[in-house]
C-alpha cells in the first residue's frame, strides 16, 4: 500500500536554529499539508498546497514557518528560527483529490531545547 | 465544541465487546468526516470515513454514524480487539469551505483480554 515517508523520525534542534522536514507524499497525490501535534493534544492543521502555491495556512503557520516542493517528489516544512513551543510531532499528508483520501506520514518529532 | 487538553477521555472494553465512540463538531457546514486510529509514536491512520449525504457507513468491523442534527459522530467498532486499542480521532473536512481537516480532542481506546 502507498505510503507518506516522513524524514527524520526525530530532530532534536537547539532554540533559534533553522530546521527542515521532510516529506515524500504519494505519488500520484496532488494534494499536500503539514500538521502538528503538541504533545498529549489534538493533531492541528498547518497548511496545504496545491499547484506549486499554499492554498490555505492557519494562524500557527506564520512568517518562520516556509514551505516547498523543490523537486517532484519532496514536499518540505522549514522553521527559519525554532522556538521552544515548536517542539511537536509533524505530520506530513497527502491527497489524490483534496477534499477526502488523505494519508498521513508517521511523523518527524522535533525537539526544540 | 471541541476539547483541548492534556486528558484524553478513555474507555475501557473487554476483547470481544464492541466499542462505541462518540465525537460532538462543530461546523454545520462540514460535508466530510473521517476516523481516524493513533498508536503510539505514529501518525493518523484512516479508518473511515462518511460523507454527509450519508447517516451511516459500514466498513470491516467498523460502523460509522452521522447525525447532522445534532452534530455527532459514532465510531461502533464491534468485537473489539487488543490490536484495536489505540487513540481515536474524529476529523471533520468543510469541503469548498477549505482543505483542511479539524481535528476532535481524541479518545482512548483501551482492550482487556
Known amino acids: 500500500e502507498p505510503e507518506v515517508t516522513q524524514t527524520p523520525s526525530h530532530q532534536v534542534t537547539q532554540m533559534g536554529q533553522e530546521v527542515i522536514l521532510r516529506c515524500v507524499p504519494i505519488?500520484?497525490?496532488?494534494?499536500f499539508y503539514w500538521y502538528r501535534q503538541i504533545l498529549g493534544q489534538k493533531v492541528e492543521f498547518l497548511v496545504s498546497f496545491y499547484n506549486n502555491e499554499i492554498s490555505e495556512k492557519s494562524e500557527i503557520f506564520d512568517d518562520q514557518f516556509s514551505v516547498e516542493r523543490p523537486d517532484g517528489s519532496n514536499f518540505t516544512l522549514k522553521i527559519r528560527s525554532t522556538k521552544l513551543e515548536d517542539s511537536a510531532m509533524y505530520f506530513c499528508?497527502?491527497?489524490?483529490?483534496?477534499?477526502?483520501?488523505?494519508?498521513f506520514g508517521s511523523g518527524t518529532r522535533l525537539t526544540v531545547v | 465544541g471541541e476539547s483541548v487538553g492534556l486528558h484524553l477521555p478513555t474507555l475501557s472494553v473487554q476483547e470481544g465487546d464492541n466499542s462505541i465512540i462518540n465525537c460532538a463538531y462543530s461546523?454545520?457546514?462540514?460535508?466530510?468526516f473521517i476516523w481516524y486510529k493513533q498508536e503510539s509514536g505514529k501518525g493518523p491512520q484512516f479508518i473511515i470515513d462518511i460523507r454527509s449525504n450519508m447517516d451511516k457507513r459500514q466498513g470491516q468491523r467498523v460502523t460509522v454514524l452521522l447525525n447532522k442534527t445534532v452534530k455527532h459522530l459514532s465510531l461502533q467498532i464491534a468485537a473489539t480487539q487488543p490490536g484495536d486499542s489505540a487513540v481515536y480521532f474524529c476529523?471533520?473536512?468543510?469541503?469548498?469551505?477549505?482543505?483542511?481537516?479539524?481535528f476532535g480532542g481524541g479518545t482512548r481506546v483501551l482492550v482487556k483480554p
Open positions: 505519488s500520484n497525490h496532488l494534494y
Open positions: 499528508a497527502s491527497s489524490e483529490i483534496g477534499d477526502s483520501g488523505y494519508t
Open positions: 461546523n454545520s457546514a462540514s460535508d466530510y
Open positions: 476529523a471533520e473536512n468543510r469541503g469548498a469551505a477549505g482543505n483542511k481537516l479539524t
